[in-house]
């Protein structure tokens, strides 16, 4: 597997075509139409063409609207959606036809003016509401809100705090020499409701008093009956907006049987605003229009096929070296390793002119899975989740990598499992032993709680092939390139530094060791300068020393892994079988090792991943490739066939 070779596309066509050719491309879905800021920055070109105009804005907005109508579908209509969607497949006439489109469209506008209508109801009850808790307390008060009293006597409602003694507020009333009378309509925890009746005239000594002990005024200019009256039609309108409530929502939920066409018409809408993304990266005079892109090489034949047919003025190239960093990057990838498009994609895509590494990276992630679960009880579990959901929802893109990477090293995790002779730890040993009284055990070649030393040294040898490997791909790519002084100092002196340590080891000779300390001085001594060659043999030896020995050491989490997920599962086996009931040990033991799974299914995760991109492609990966994104039909919902 390799990076997909890419080809330079320049094409010159008419304005009238621009919606026939774009079409046709989406269809094609192959070619990716790159910015033209090349062509912008020139001031020849930029004073006869500028960019196409398109409809991207209103169709995202439309999109949004879809996207909306389809969330109140499953909040008001009891349409599951569930953690997956499961994808239907449609082919590409009627997916790109217009009957399904228009149906669609008036669906979502009634939808979304439901949604409106039931936004306004929420509003105006909640009002309602609002307007009914202020005149609550007043209700006992058989006196119009709005009263103003008569041509002598003054009428005024107000509030006080809770706290304030009401009976010492009427004896300073009554000192202040004032004809007043201070009534209590109701009270609360916060504060008291309080009609003061007083002669006009004294009503501003009266207000004096009072103010002293927190009153505030209050009005009511807008209601015109007594308070209870206002209640009673308060209690109406709350009920007639909590009736027409009802009726949207029923009508929201009886939308539920147009999920699936909304569903189609987002993933078309989708479609189209792709179609108009590209459409902005045009160039036109007005007559004609100008593209500029990037096509698979494989893919080119079809292309030209098209193009010709359109009868359209194209160029295709091999793009220089320095274009390489601007060429976008896909990966050329089988069942194997396309999973690993996850891993690749999460950490960077390499550049165009690097390896793949999906290929040289699957064998060891999947193996090394595999190790450290090491239990055929989570292989069998991981097995049939994988199979499970590419099968039954079909998920594209990370989604679908994820489970398909699930699935594979599902089936290293069972193999290891087999080899140790776990399965949910030590839970058929217990089974065994509850139920009969023997002693059971499932063969095993070894195990990590009796062989963790060899375990050890064993992840730590494949640790030493992975690096290996990783510095013989760096060896070939220098090699290609005519750097032979590097691969030779670099990689083939180390190599003889690691065989000479194992020729010594084993007592065969120790000139080879020799040698490559020879090589490992001679490099910065050639390739240094002035005094940097000293300091260069000195720089060199640590680097690479302490370079190479803690990128091994790291290996040791293989085992530690795998002893820990045993250890964890049989510590749980070992917790439910205390009480000799097999329901119970049954129920703990599953709990248990939920936990266990749940947790190693990230840890292995995590750490696999922490293994392949620091300690082995920093001996041979350049990232900072672009991915290659064609104008193409991507669906959520759907597959066009």
Same mark, same amino acid.
């Given at each position: 597997m390799?990076?997909?070779?890419?080809k330079?596309?320049?094409? =010159?066509?008419?304005?009238?075509?621009?919606?026939?050719?774009?079409?046709?491309?989406?269809?094609?879905g192959? =070619?990716?139409?790159?910015?033209?800021?090349e062509?912008?920055?020139?001031p020849r070109? /930029?004073?006869?063409?500028?960019?196409?105009?398109?409809?991207?804005?209103?169709?995202?907005?439309?999109?949004?609207?879809?996207?909306?109508?389809?969330d109140?579908?499953?909040?008001?209509?009891?349409?599951?959606?569930?953690?997956?969607?499961?994808?239907?497949?449609?082919p590409?006439?009627?997916f790109?036809?217009? %009957?399904?489109?228009?149906?669609?469209?008036?669906?979502?506008d009634?939808?979304?003016?439901?949604?409106?209508?039931?936004?306004?109801?929420?509003?105006?009850?909640? #009002?309602?509401?609002?307007r009914?808790?202020?005149?609550?307390?007043?209700?006992?008060?058989d006196?119009?809100?709005?009263?103003?009293?008569?041509?002598h =006597?003054?009428?005024?409602?107000?509030?006080?705090?809770?706290a304030?003694?009401?009976?010492?507020?009427?004896?300073?009333?009554? /000192?202040?020499?004032?004809?007043?009378?201070?009534?209590?309509?109701?009270?609360?925890?916060?504060?008291?409701?309080?009609?003061?009746i007083?002669w006009?005239?004294?009503?501003?000594?009266?207000?004096? =008093?009072?103010?002293?002990?927190?009153?505030g005024?209050?009005?009511?200019?807008?209601?015109?009956g007594?308070?209870?009256?206002?209640?009673?039609?308060?209690?109406?309108?709350?009920?007639e907006?909590?009736?027409?409530?009802?009726?949207?929502?029923?009508?929201?939920a009886?939308?539920?049987?147009?999920?699936?066409?909304?569903r189609?018409?987002?993933?078309?809408?989708?479609?189209?605003?792709?179609q108009?993304?590209?459409?902005?990266?045009?160039?036109?005079?007005g007559?004609?229009?100008?593209?500029?892109?990037?096509?698979? /090489?494989?893919?080119?034949?079809k292309? *030209?096929?098209?193009?010709?047919?359109?009868?359209?003025?194209? *160029?295709?190239?091999?793009?220089?070296? *320095?274009?390489?960093?601007?060429?976008?990057?896909?990966?050329?990838?089988?069942?194997?390793?396309?999973?690993?498009?996850?891993?690749?994609?999460?950490?960077?895509?390499?550049?165009?002119?690097?390896?793949?590494?999906?290929?040289?990276?699957?064998?060891f992630?999947?193996?090394?899975?595999g190790?450290?679960?090491a239990?055929?009880?989570?292989?069998?579990?991981?097995?049939?989740?994988?199979?499970?959901?590419?099968?039954?929802?079909?998920?594209?893109?990370?989604?679908?990598?994820?489970?398909?990477?699930?699935?594979?090293?599902g089936?290293?995790?069972?193999?290891?499992?087999?080899?140790?002779?776990?399965?949910?730890?030590?839970?058929?040993?217990?089974?065994?032993?509850?139920?009969? %009284?023997g002693?059971? /055990?499932?063969?095993a070649?070894?195990?990590?709680?009796?062989?963790?030393?060899?375990?050890?040294?064993?992840?730590m040898?494949?640790?030493?092939?992975?690096?290996?490997?990783?510095?013989?791909v760096?060896?070939?790519?220098?090699?290609?390139?005519?750097?032979?002084?590097?691969?030779?100092?670099?990689e083939?002196?180390?190599?003889?530094v690691?065989? #000479?340590?194992?020729?010594?080891?084993?007592?065969?000779?120790?000139?080879?060791?020799?040698i490559?300390?020879?090589?490992?001085?001679?490099g910065?001594?050639?390739?240094?300068?002035?005094?940097?060659k000293?300091?260069?043999?000195?720089?060199?030896?640590?680097?690479?020393?302490?370079?190479?020995?803690?990128?091994?050491?790291?290996?040791?989490?293989?085992?530690?892994?795998?002893?820990?997920?045993?250890?964890?599962?049989?510590v749980?086996?070992?917790?439910?079988?205390?009480?000799?009931?097999?329901?119970?040990?049954?129920?703990?033991s599953?709990?248990g090792?939920?936990?266990?799974?749940?947790?190693?299914?990230?840890?292995?995760?995590?750490?696999d991943?922490?293994?392949?991109?620091?300690?082995?492609?920093?001996?041979f990966?350049e990232?900072?490739?672009?991915?290659?994104?064609?104008?193409?039909?991507?669906?959520?919902?759907?597959?066009?066939?």
């Open positions: 390799a990076i997909v070779k890419m330079k596309l320049r094409v =010159v066509a008419l304005s009238s075509q621009r919606e026939q050719l774009l079409r046709q491309l989406l269809r094609l192959c =070619v990716e139409v790159s910015q033209p800021e062509i912008l920055s020139d070109w /930029a004073a006869l063409l500028h960019r196409e105009n398109s409809e991207l804005p209103a169709m995202r907005t439309r999109l949004a609207e879809v996207q909306t109508a389809l109140a579908l499953g909040k008001y209509s009891g349409v599951k959606n569930g953690l997956f969607i499961r994808r239907r497949s449609i590409e006439e009627e790109l036809g217009d %009957g399904a489109v228009k149906a669609a469209g008036a669906v979502t009634e939808i979304n003016g439901l949604l409106q209508t039931l936004a306004r109801l929420q509003n105006e009850e909640s #009002g309602l509401a609002s009914r808790a202020v005149l609550l307390p007043w209700q006992a008060m006196l119009p809100l709005n009263s103003p009293g008569t041509a =006597v003054l009428f005024r409602l107000g509030v006080c705090p809770a304030v003694d009401l009976g010492e507020v009427k004896n300073e009333l009554s /000192a202040a020499e004032e004809a007043a009378e201070l009534l209590e309509i109701s009270s609360d925890r916060q504060q008291h409701y309080l009609l003061l007083c006009r005239a004294g009503e501003d000594r009266a207000m004096e =008093v009072l103010r002293h002990r927190g009153f005024a209050v009005a009511f200019p807008e209601v015109s007594t308070p209870a009256e206002e209640l009673g039609r308060l209690d109406l309108a709350l009920a907006t909590a009736r027409k409530r009802e009726e949207t929502l029923t009508a929201l009886s939308q539920g049987e147009h999920q699936e066409a909304l189609l018409y987002a993933d078309r809408l989708t479609a189209e605003a792709a108009q993304e590209s459409q902005e990266r045009l160039l036109t005079d007559t004609i229009l100008f593209l500029e892109g990037w096509v698979p /090489a494989e893919k080119a034949g292309l *030209e096929s098209l193009l010709e047919k359109e009868g359209c003025a194209y *160029e295709l190239a091999d793009p220089l070296p *320095e274009e390489y960093p601007e060429v976008p990057v896909q990966l050329k990838n089988n069942w194997l390793t396309r999973p690993l498009n996850m891993v690749t994609e999460m950490y960077s895509l390499p550049a165009y002119d690097n390896v793949d590494p999906n290929p040289l990276m699957a064998p992630f999947i193996l090394f899975y190790l450290m679960m239990d055929m009880g989570y292989g069998i579990l991981m097995m049939l989740a994988g199979w499970y959901i590419t099968t039954r929802y079909r998920p594209k893109g990370t989604m679908g990598h994820m489970f398909s990477l699930v699935g594979l090293c089936v290293s995790t069972f193999i290891f499992g087999a080899v140790t002779g776990g399965f949910f730890g030590d839970f058929l040993t217990q089974v065994v032993k509850l139920t009969t %009284g002693d059971f /055990a499932l063969p070649l070894f195990t990590p709680l009796n062989d963790t030393l060899p375990i050890l040294i064993g992840s040898a494949l640790g030493f092939v992975q690096i290996v490997t990783g510095m013989a760096s060896l070939v790519r220098k090699v290609k390139r005519g750097a032979y002084l590097d691969a030779l100092l670099e083939v002196t180390w190599w003889i690691f065989a #000479g340590i194992g020729c010594m080891a084993l007592g065969v000779t120790n000139a080879v060791l020799w490559g300390v020879a090589l490992v001085v001679a910065p001594l050639i390739t240094g300068k002035g005094l940097g000293l300091t260069g043999v000195f720089a060199s030896l640590y680097n690479h020393v302490t370079g190479f020995f803690s990128d091994i050491l790291s290996y040791s989490r293989i085992m530690a892994l795998m002893l820990a997920g045993s250890v964890i599962a049989q749980f086996n070992t917790l439910g079988a205390i009480p000799g009931n097999i329901v119970i040990f049954v129920v703990i599953m709990v090792n939920a936990l266990n799974f749940a947790l190693n299914l990230l840890g292995c995760y995590v750490h991943l922490r293994l392949q991109c620091l300690e082995y492609f920093n001996k990966y990232d900072g490739g672009k991915p290659f994104q064609p104008l193409a039909i991507n669906t959520k919902y759907v597959d066009v066939e």
